[in-house]
């Protein structure tokens, strides 16, 4: 089951799904019938940790 983004406030937003095996579903709102990325666990995990410590900001 996809959870849309909590910070999804138009019509851009993320959509993720945990599978059962563990890998990690994303895909974009705009174009439900692409394909999603697939992150393992771990890929995902590292990516969530670095989006916390900031790793990715901008500014």
Known sequence: MYRTSSYCGTSSCVEVAVLPSGDVHVRDTKDRSRPPHTFT???????????????????
């Open 41 to 59: 666990a771990q890929e995902w995990s590292d990516f969530v940790r670095g989006v916390k410590a900031g790793e990715f900001d901008f500014g």
